[in-house]
């Protein structure tokens, strides 16, 4: 567009401040973990790696603070399980709506998406009433208590799991899509099995978009409060455990320590997921 | 492939479909349905109906927290796109081939970090004690701190850092596709700036700005953390209602009936923005 200079200048300026916007808060949360006091806030009192690796109270850094550990924990695992089941379900969804015809598909896919537009919150309580109401029918007609049906870290996966497959599915569909199907027709014709086709054709092809829809799921599902916070037992995920420490007991620059050890933790691994997905932007 | 084999592997890929929608979406929808219209009136018995309902539209305080959502969500949906666009526009169109990617690549950091710490970040930024408070005040341009938290003004500054990230990423895949040519021919033809912006780059944008308004209302509507750490206890949102019925006063069959009005609220919502515009959902918000 051809504006005066002016006018650009000032356009500019309005990106810049639109940066500073984004990243204020994540630069204040993380500068607050290096803090020498026992309030994330001004007057700065000195560097100190103590809310990192202080192993006594009453600075107890983060990595000796028991609590937080285990959150990271059972978010670490609750996230790597999450992630493979949606990409299993997702590559499964990928072939189903790429490949097949069958009755009704335009109305099922409209179907797979529509779980991207329901509130979290209402995926948690329909996903906890559910479980809870098949668990009370098990314990009364057969005496079973089916002890996973109530809130824990079953119900925490398949309540994350509810909405991810639809990224994961669009994702990999997104690549699926892009194959070249006569590819599959030369390993066919040079007398390859079907099976054989599909892991050493279709699903190479398939591996960096299955990565990083894997990767894409584990930081959701380690990000994800409002579907979790309903489902949550007794092993609650860090976001969980952070919410209740900066709620009840009040906040100490130990929540900024962790708040930095997840933003480098997320960032690398979205970088890594970006790295991933280059050569797909080459094809 | 003999028909059978193709029949076979369609089953084989349709039962975990069939499984993940029909039991973790369809029917614990139905089962807050069912769970809404019922009422306990002793120990296992229930009475059906819709008083759950009726106690919801006639205690103000739940109707006016749902009308206070609605309307705070789409004064952020607002705010996202006008204060997006501009950035979208850079990133689309003006900024260069290398820094365009950089750009839109932090544009996607927050979205990296979860929720929980961008607010926590906020909190840090502009509590009493905070750092825009203290440097105010040593700066002499305040004489005593002030509280910037718990007000409407935070929660939406709050809120709109939470979701402008969606209204972006679909706006610069939007604008990304458009030919500059058509905006020569534009000027050309003698168009203003304005009608230039109203008559090609609008109509053009516009699949963006449907999936990117649809995205960042509903997760406005639906958003917990943001609204109850920065607007305080006393935030009045409506997914706080929500969890004190099922949490704090374990009154499911409320609750219950309080997320069937968030879902079908915001399902209207999303269904008419997609009325209005001509667009379907398979369309908008899949194609990111």
């Given at each position: 567009m051809q504006g005066s200079a002016g006018l650009m200048w000032i356009y500019r300026g309005y990106v810049v401040a639109f940066f500073l916007y984004l990243v204020a808060p994540l630069v204040a949360a993380g500068v607050?973990?290096?803090?020498?006091?026992?309030?994330?806030?001004?007057?700065w009192n000195g560097f100190t790696w103590d809310w990192f690796?202080?192993?006594?109270?009453?600075?107890?850094?983060l990595f000796h603070d028991d609590r937080l550990l285990q959150g990271l924990g059972n978010s670490l695992y609750i996230g790597v399980i999450v992630a493979a089941l949606s990409v299993a379900v997702g590559t499964c969804n990928a072939f189903l709506f790429v490949r097949k015809d069958f009755r009704f598909k335009n109305a099922l896919y409209v179907l797979m998406v529509v779980p991207l537009v329901i509130p979290g919150v209402i995926l948690g309580i329909s996903i906890l009433v559910f479980a809870s109401t098949l668990a009370n029918l098990a314990d009364q007609w057969?005496?079973?208590?089916?002890?996973?049906?109530?809130?824990?870290v079953p119900l925490v996966v398949l309540g994350q799991f509810s909405f991810l497959v639809t990224i994961t599915s669009l994702v990999i569909a997104a690549r699926l899509q892009k194959f070249d199907i006569s590819l599959e027709e030369a390993a066919l014709n040079l007398g390859a099995s079907r099976v054989r086709t599909l892991a050493t054709v279709t699903l190479p092809f398939l591996v960096p978009a299955m990565f990083s829809a894997f990767v894409v799921a584990f930081l959701v599902s380690f990000e994800n409060f409002n579907t979790t916070l309903f489902l949550?037992?007794?092993?609650?995920?860090l976001t969980i455990t952070m919410y209740d420490r900066m709620v009840k007991a009040g906040s100490t620059p130990v929540l900024n320590a962790t708040s930095v050890v997840l933003m480098l933790g997320s960032g690398m691994l979205a970088l890594i997921s970006v790295l991933a997905q280059r050569p797909k932007k080459q094809a | 492939m003999s028909r059978d084999a193709g029949k076979l592997s369609l089953i084989l890929l349709f039962t975990p479909f069939a499984l993940w929608i029909g039991l973790l979406i369809i029917l614990p929808q139905f089962g807050i349905g069912y769970v809404s219209i019922r009422e306990k009136v002793g120990i296992n018995q229930y009475e059906y109906g819709l008083k759950n309902y009726i106690d919801f539209i006639t205690e103000p305080v739940y109707r006016n927290t749902l009308l206070r959502t609605a309307w705070m969500s789409i004064l952020v949906t607002a705010l996202a796109l006008v204060i997006g666009f501009p950035i979208a526009w850079y990133i689309a169109k003006i900024a260069r081939e290398r820094s365009r990617a950089a750009l839109f690549l932090m544009c996607l950091i927050p979205l990296w970090v979860s929720d929980l710490v961008r607010a926590y970040g906020w909190i840090v930024l502009l509590r009493e004690t905070g750092v825009i408070s203290m440097t105010l005040v040593k700066w002499g341009i305040i004489n005593q701190p002030v509280e910037?938290?718990?007000n409407d003004m935070t929660v939406i500054i709050g809120l709109v850092y939470t979701v402008i990230l969606f209204m972006i990423v679909p706006l610069v895949s939007t604008l990304q596709g458009m030919d500059d040519a058509l905006l020569e021919a534009g000027y050309n033809l003698g168009g203003s700036r304005v009608t230039v912006f109203r008559r090609i780059i609008v109509p053009y944008a516009m699949p963006g700005i449907v999936a990117g308004c649809i995205i960042t209302f509903m997760l406005t509507a639906g958003s917990y953390l943001t609204p109850i750490l920065l607007?305080?206890?006393?935030?009045?949102w409506f997914t706080e209602q929500i969890y004190n019925q099922f949490?704090?006063?374990?009154n499911w069959e409320s609750g219950s009936a309080f997320g069937v009005s968030l879902l079908v609220f915001t399902s209207f919502v999303v269904w008419a923005g997609l009325r209005l515009t001509g667009q379907s959902l398979a369309t908008t918000v899949a194609k990111e």
């Open positions: 607050f973990a290096f803090n020498d006091s026992m309030f994330p806030s001004l007057p690796f202080s192993p006594n109270e009453p600075k107890l850094g057969f005496g079973l208590f089916l002890t996973w049906l109530r809130p824990g949550v037992g007794s092993d609650s995920p | 910037m938290l718990y607007g305080g206890k006393n935030s009045s949490i704090t006063r374990y």
